[in-house]
């Protein structure tokens, strides 16, 4: 059977890989790995200084709870398998083990605004990460981008991601929000303040004045904060009892019952907006909604996952006939014993 690697990261994006696997696991053997680097990177992860990244950290271990718990095989940097297929959850970092490999790039959800970094990483030509993920998509080491909606196939190429590697597949966790409408959550018409980890990714955020806009929007109603997986729950705890004392504070749990049973959404940068507009909620972001509604990404019921893995099928084929030819040409040719997979020949 053929081997297929998925790079995992966030737990919203390791849930993605997990559910796009189960498409595929039948026909072919699939094995997780968390996200990883190499080179110099690697040292500064081993140290620990990129734990607050989904290298390391809060992201790295509620992954690894994921894939255990979930019986999932797991081949940390993909080192113990000669895989046929990756996918991956990112590509600000491309592991040089992948870059000879048919490589698919997921859309996770919404991308960082491009701020003064995005540019000057653009154009000084500094590595991606430095920008977040305001630079999603812009490696070209993939051979297929599945992406959220149209809306965003037409935002990545006007960043400039060539169209014919984009897929409009829909997204796996923000395709099928009218699921979330069926839940237990106790409480019913507040307004929902989805916090951000800024902070702990070194981005500056004044907590102070973002809780005293959520008091302002409320003006009255009942406060939820919803708090991010990778933010400081202490601290987080600490200020909103100072600033907005007599809200509701939930951590590790999942915000999309949270989001269905609101009246109003408050967030930053955070994805979670998709599914609030796709419900209908009313949306407080420091994106423009107009702008949000273009990219929304596609309601199709939950079928994204599928898509994506046929996607995977497809270029699959697609290059076990390019092997084929390959051979075929050159059958006393020792150096095309082996599969050989070349970005861009597909």
């Known amino acids: 059977m053929k081997k297929i690697l998925f790079i995992c990261g966030s737990l919203n994006q390791t849930i993605m890989m997990h559910k796009i696997s189960q498409h595929l696991e039948k026909e072919y053997e699939c094995y997780f790995s968390q996200f990883y680097t190499d080179g110099f990177l690697e040292l500064l992860r081993k140290a620990g200084f990129l734990n607050f990244s989904i290298l390391g950290g809060e992201f790295f271990r509620q992954t690894t709870d994921y894939l255990v718990k979930n019986y999932l095989l797991i081949d940390y940097q993909g080192k113990y398998n000669d895989y046929d297929l990756i996918y991956t959850c990112s590509d600000l970092i491309v592991p040089k083990n992948i870059q000879n490999k048919p490589v698919i790039l997921v859309q996770e959800g919404m991308t960082d605004p491009e701020n003064f970094m995005y540019y000057f990483v653009r ?79 070194f981005k500056y955020e004044n907590r102070k004045k973002f809780i005293r806009k959520a008091l302002k929007i409320a003006d009255g109603k009942q406060i939820i904060f919803k708090l991010h997986p990778n933010e400081n729950v202490t601290r987080a705890k600490a200020e909103i009892n100072k600033y907005a004392p007599g809200s509701l504070i939930y951590f590790n749990c999942d915000i999309n019952p949270m989001i269905a049973n609101c009246s109003i959404l408050f967030t930053r940068f955070s994805s979670v907006v998709y599914i609030g507009m796709a419900l209908g909620k009313k949306i407080y972001s420091d994106f423009d909604t107009n702008k949000l509604m273009q990219l929304l990404p596609i309601q199709n019921g939950g079928i994204s996952s599928k898509k994506i893995a046929e996607e995977g099928k497809q270029l699959l084929e697609n290059c076990e006939i390019v092997k084929l030819r390959k051979t075929e040409s050159f059958p006393n040719s020792k150096s095309y014993s082996k599969p050989i997979f070349i970005k861009g020949i597909i």
């Open 123 to 201: 154009i000084l030509g500094l590595p991606r990460f430095f920008a977040s993920t305001s630079t999603n998509g812009l490696s070209d080491m993939y051979n297929r981008f599945c992406v959220a909606s149209e809306g965003y196939e037409n935002f990545f190429v006007s960043k400039g991601v060539k169209r014919e590697k984009i897929a409009v597949t829909g997204i796996p966790n923000f395709d099928d929000a009218e699921k979330y409408l069926q839940n237990n959550f106790p409480y019913k018409d507040y307004v929902l303040v989805a916090t951000s980890d800024s902070r702990e990714t």
